[in-house]
């Protein structure tokens, strides 16, 4: 049977949402509206089955864990989701925040939020941060102990001052969607 190519997004707020549902239609994948929440509403085993219901991929899904420490709601759905046998993860969009439980993650690379990509973390805000490869977010922690190909870091979706809002396209969270299909080979896969 042909898994399932989804890409984790750790972000679930209104706008994330939002924003999140735009790209999807945009690259011509399909959202789990169901996975907003602050924190993620539903379980792994829902998402998963979810998943499978759309009918075709790519499949962008959120997870927020609200700001709990450590493995929250959001790492837990995301944790099930990533290593289930019928799903593939051909990335993750590790959003920032400014969490104060210092989780952070490595990304391959981040988008700021002028569309630069930068071997810097970037901040809320998109601005690249002082610390290469890495993230601070609240839904992050578990990203390093997945097997995700490629790990894209931006600002807060859909805000990032004013950069990413969906009056302007959401330009930095789909420009972080394209890296990962492209870098994944999703588009290579499809001819």
Request: aromatic share 6%.
């Amino acid at each position: 049977m042909e898994r399932r190519k989804i890409i984790l997004v750790t972000d679930g707020d209104e706008h994330a949402r939002d924003v999140v549902e735009f790209v999807a239609r945009e690259i011509g994948g399909r959202c789990i509206s169901y996975s907003w929440g602050n924190p993620t509403p539903i379980n792994g085993e829902e998402i998963v089955s979810l998943i499978l219901k759309t009918p075709h991929d790519p499949v962008l899904v959120m997870f927020d864990d609200c700001g709990q420490r450590e493995l929250g709601l959001g790492e837990k759905a995301m944790q099930y989701v990533a290593t289930h046998p019928q799903i593939e993860v051909l990335g993750a969009i590790a959003v920032a925040s400014s969490t104060h439980s210092l989780e952070w993650a490595h990304v391959d690379v981040s988008v700021d939020r002028y569309g630069n990509l930068t071997e810097f973390g970037v901040d809320k805000e998109g601005l690249p941060d002082l610390e290469r490869g890495r993230i601070n977010g609240d839904t992050v922690y578990i990203l390093d102990e997945l097997d995700i190909p490629v790990v894209i870091g931006i600002g807060d979706i859909g805000k990032m001052a004013g950069f990413d809002t969906l009056k302007k396209g959401a330009p930095i969270t789909k420009q972080a969607v394209e890296i990962i299909l492209e870098r994944s080979g999703y588009h290579e896969s499809r001819r």
